[in-house]
């Protein structure tokens, strides 16, 4: 075998390999139990934190966040600033990953401690899917009116910033459940909720 024929079969095996790994990307990355012509998400992203998304470096926007009142039983939205996402689903995910980080008191947060973003879908009909780590149902502290807040949180921050996301469904570990903490049906996409803001 001659050196360019080796090389030709070299890249051709390269070639096939990339072609299997995104095709496995591709399936891999679609939320579970809904087949790819029901979802057809029109952006699907992958994070794995608040830089993960590509961003105007050093432009911000204003975004209304939501964490839990002084008494406890409601939001508080609070005005803060986020880094500048191009296109509502890059937005829509520093949003979320705004939401996430930790906070400094007085505020306090209705996300579980370690929660993180796994990937983040925008269909074209304005439903979003909020992929979290396992983390926001195993450090969840139960409860119905905790588990309204924690849903609330996520789904406020979303509608209320982006006027393209009309509703909200949160997915755990890449898979649809029934519920975080057993009280809040988490089967479908739900919208804004601004009766449990103050």
């Known amino acids: 075998m ?19 790994l995104a095709m496995v990307l591709v399936l891999v ?8 012509t029901t979802t057809a998400p029109a952006v699907a992203t992958t ?3 608040p830089d993960a998304m590509p961003a105007m470096l050093g432009r911000k926007i ?35 990953n705004a939401q996430l980080a930790p906070v400094a008191a007085p505020l306090v947060s209705a996300i579980p401690p370690g929660t993180t973003l796994r990937a983040f879908y925008l269909s074209a009909k304005g439903e979003a899917y909020v992929d979290l780590s396992r983390d926001v149902v ?3 502290t139960g409860g119905s009116r905790d588990e309204l807040l924690t849903i609330y949180t996520l789904v ?12 909200v469904q949160v997915l755990v570990n890449g898979k ?9 049906d988490l089967r479908r996409p739900l919208g804004k909720n601004l009766a449990l803001v103050e």
Do not use: W
Not at 29 to 36: I, N, T
Not at 67 to 90: I, K, M, Q
Not at 176 to 184: C, I, K, P, S, Y
């Open 156 to 167: 406020n921050a979303l509608t209320s910033n982006l006027p393209a996301v009309t509703s």
């Open 138 to 140: 195993t450090a969840h």
């Open 47 to 49: 994070a794995t934190g």
């Open 62 to 96: 204003k975004a209304r966040l939501f964490y839990v009142s002084e008494d406890g039983t409601r939001l508080t939205g609070v005005e803060r600033e986020v880094v500048y996402g191009d296109g509502p689903a890059a937005q829509a995910q520093l949003i979320i």
């Open 2 to 20: 001659t050196r360019g024929a080796t090389a030709a079969m070299v890249a051709t095996i390269v070639v096939g390999l990339l072609v299997v």
């Open 29 to 36: 990355g679609l939320p579970r139990g809904r087949s790819a």
């Open 176 to 184: 649809e459940v029934d519920t975080l903490a057993g009280h809040v």
